[in-house]
Nanobody
Framework: QLEESGGGLVQPGGSMKLSCASP????????IAWSRQAPGKEREGVAC????????NYEESVKGRFTISINNAKNTVYLQMTDLKPEDTGVYHC?????????????WGRGAQVTVSS
């Protein structure tokens, strides 16, 4: 019931903003996470924002470059990505879970393709 949008092709060093929206649930009541899966690689968690206190945590390789945030009025969670690198390429998914951050097996759906290439 989550819908990702905002993917596409971007050059290395560029920026992109992904959105995660839901017509069915109120996102501020859930902890929301982003994950990604590159071709031939396992899915990895990227970022999470907690429903308890809006605290955030990030995978080490994206710290300082990615920012997860929530706009409660728009019922949308964002992943702002800057200084993108080719290794950021992959299909990005968002997931929601009550209280704690979603685990890696809780992501599904179409996702948003992000391709970082010159």
């Amino acid at each position: 019931q989550l819908e990702e949008s905002g993917g596409g092709l971007v050059q290395p060093g560029g920026s992109m903003k992904l959105s995660c929206a839901s017509p069915g649930i109120t996102l501020e009541h859930y902890s929301i996470a982003w994950s990604r899966q590159a071709p031939g690689k396992e899915r990895e968690g990227v970022a999470c924002i907690s429903s308890a206190d809006s605290s955030t945590n990030y995978e080490e390789s994206v710290k300082g470059r990615f920012t997860i945030s929530i706009n409660n009025a728009k019922n949308t969670v964002y992943l702002q990505m800057t200084d993108l690198k080719p290794e950021d390429t992959g299909v990005y998914h968002c997931a929601a879970r009550l209280h704690i951050c979603p685990t890696i097996d809780q992501f599904w759906g179409r996702g948003a393709q992000v391709t970082v290439s010159s």
